[in-house]
C-alpha cells in the first residue's frame, strides 16, 4: 500500500534550522511531482514547497521564499525539506504529499499524504 512517512520534526529556537525527511513506498515515486504541506494552530493547510518529478524544478511558498528548500533522491524513494532561519510562524504540523503534476498548490491536487510531522519554533 502507499505510504509516506515523515520525520525530522522536533521543536527548535526562532533562527534555528531542521531538515524534514518523507520516505515514500507503494508507488512509482519518480512519476510523482512531491510537495511539502503545512497546518499551523487554527489555520487551513496551506502549500509550502514542490519539486518536480525528476527535480530539477522547484516552488516555494512566498512565506517560506530563502528561507526553505525542497529536494529529492529517487534512488532511495525521499523528499527532504530544509527549513533555515526559523520563526515562530513556522509552527505547524508539516504533511508530506504526492501529486501527478508539478507545480500544483492547492491541497485537494495531491493523491497521497503522509501523518505529519510537528514543527514547533519557539524560545
Known amino acids: 500500500q502507499v505510504q509516506l512517512v515523515e520525520s525530522g520534526g522536533g521543536l527548535v529556537q526562532p533562527g534555528g534550522s531542521l531538515r524534514l525527511s518523507c520516505a515514500a513506498s507503494?508507488?512509482?515515486?519518480?512519476?510523482?511531482?512531491m510537495g511539502w504541506f503545512r497546518q499551523g494552530p487554527g489555520k487551513e493547510r496551506e502549500f509550502v514547497a514542490s519539486v518536480s518529478r525528476s527535480g530539477r524544478a522547484t516552488l516555494n511558498a512566498d512565506s517560506v521564499k530563502d528561507r526553505f528548500t525542497i529536494s529529492r533522491d529517487n534512488t532511495k524513494n525521499t523528499v527532504h525539506l530544509q527549513m533555515n532561519s526559523l520563526k515562530p510562524e513556522d509552527t505547524a504540523v508539516y504533511y508530506c504529499?504526492?501529486?501527478?503534476?508539478?507545480?500544483?498548490?492547492?491541497?485537494?491536487?495531491?493523491?497521497?499524504w503522509g501523518q505529519g510531522t510537528q514543527v514547533t519554533v519557539s524560545s
Open positions: 504529499a504526492a501529486a501527478t503534476i508539478y507545480g500544483r498548490r492547492q491541497y485537494d491536487e495531491y493523491d497521497y
Open positions: 507503494g508507488f512509482t515515486f519518480g512519476s510523482y511531482a
